[in-house]
């Protein structure tokens, strides 16, 4: 069954988490993914300021099938530096409908491929240029990552406990959900806008200006009111007793979300306390937390799960990546999947989120080899097999 972007052309020129999570998403939803990677590897001046530093550290599983990033996409090294390279990529964009490149500012319009010229070949492209600053303001050249944007944005603030050092998040915030994911709806927006224009545009997604729209309610009421939460002073940061994550007798965690005034006053009659339902934002609210900290502490995390899950509280597991995948919900929601692989054995995947009724994405190939698609791509553009053979040879595409 064709997803929801079937006969849509992507050119991922992209290569940390952001970019590849954002074509992945393209990919799933059916799209034509073609990344495009540089067959010199680094080289230049990046390699020369390496000095001989250790090689770049590999996430997401690398080169793996299990990696996710890498799944339902083509891939084609080419020189884009080489001017036949960058005849071949011209092509390959006078035929694209998006284009995503994490490139700095300027980078792009050197090699000719930024928004302006290619705008003039095929107007009719969506091209999305991705990075951490964006392509204007004073940081726009500032080299970075997702630590560097959110603490830069006002969220790692956010992420700090009562002792006031920050938490690291992960990569999640800025990478995922700030760069690729917004980046993904940004140029969804853009695709749909071509419907009525008959015409592509640029969308500038900064991972930096995605977090500071994540956090939409902090910023709103902090206009309101001109507080600035001090560290683990947050309703969702600590602050509460009924919303947080409490260690149980067997050494695992349990979350609690009892926001509303009656999952609150249930919580307190759970713990005996029901004397602590009027004080469920002052100093007393210290007591609750003591006693669900008792409590929780003489029995097992799964146990008080499945008793408050029946009493119809709000409540949780912190789960561990290893038991994630065997969880209940998540292989009802088909959020851990098989694929085959190139033995025909299953091939473990994260699953897609969103589901569609009538043209659901789908997992369609794995990770490929880099360059494996090379001769196919350079078929479709009418490159012959000698002409293929010669440009190789002079490492022009691989």
């Known amino acids: 069954m064709p997803g929801p972007l079937d006969g849509i052309r992507c050119l991922d020129l992209t290569a940390n988490a952001p970019g590849p999570f954002c074509t992945m998403i393209l990919g799933d939803l059916g799209a034509d993914v073609i990344r495009i990677y540089d067959p010199r590897g680094v080289s230049g001046r990046r390699a020369e300021a390496a000095g001989g530093a250790a090689p770049m550290l590999e996430v997401a599983g690398g080169a793996s099938p299990h990696n996710a990033l890498l799944r339902n996409k083509r891939s084609l090294g080419i020189d884009l530096k080489d001017p036949d390279g960058n005849r071949i990529f011209l092509e390959l964009a006078r035929g694209a409908d998006v284009l995503v490149e994490g490139m700095r500012p300027g980078a792009a319009a050197r090699l000719g491929i930024d928004h302006p010229s290619l705008s003039e070949l095929n107007p009719r492209l969506v091209h999305c ?30 992420f700090a406990g009562a002792d006031g050092e920050p938490a690291i998040p992960q990569n999640l915030l800025a ?53 600035v939460p001090g560290p683990g002073a947050s309703p969702f940061a600590g602050g509460l007793a009924q919303y947080g994550a409490y260690k149980t007798g067997d050494g695992k965690r349990l979350t609690l979300g009892a926001l509303e005034p009656w999952f609150y006053a249930d919580l307190c009659r759970w713990v005996g306390r029901e004397d602590l339902i009027p004080h469920a934002y002052d100093e007393r609210n210290g007591e609750l937390r003591q006693a669900l900290q008792d409590r929780l502490r003489t029995g097992d995390r799964d146990e008080w799960f499945e008793e408050l899950r029946a009493a119809g509280q709000c409540v949780g597991k912190v789960l561990s ?49 880099q360059g494996e698609h090379t001769e196919a791509i350079l078929a479709e553009l009418g490159v012959g097999v000698d002409e293929l053979r010669e440009l190789q040879e002079r490492g022009v595409v691989a």
């Open 175 to 227: 990478d995922y959900a700030g760069g690729g994911l917004l980046a993904a709806l940004g140029i969804l927006a853009a695709l749909f806008a071509r419907e009525r224009t008959g015409r592509g545009q640029q969308v500038d997604a900064a991972m930096t200006d995605g977090v500071v729209y994540l956090l939409a309610q902090f910023l709103s009421a902090f206009f309101a009111h001109g507080e």
């Open 129 to 158: 240029s991705l990075t951490g600053y964006g392509q204007t303001g004073p940081y726009a050249e500032l080299p970075g990552h997702d630590l560097n944007y959110i603490g830069q944005a006002g969220a790692l603030a956010l």
């Open 321 to 369: 990546l290893d038991e994630l995948q065997d969880d209940e919900q998540v292989r009802a929601r088909e959020m851990v999947v098989g694929v085959p692989g190139p033995d025909g054995a299953p091939v473990r995947q994260v699953g897609i989120a969103p589901k569609l009724s009538e043209t659901p994405g789908s997992v369609r190939s794995l990770a490929d080899r």
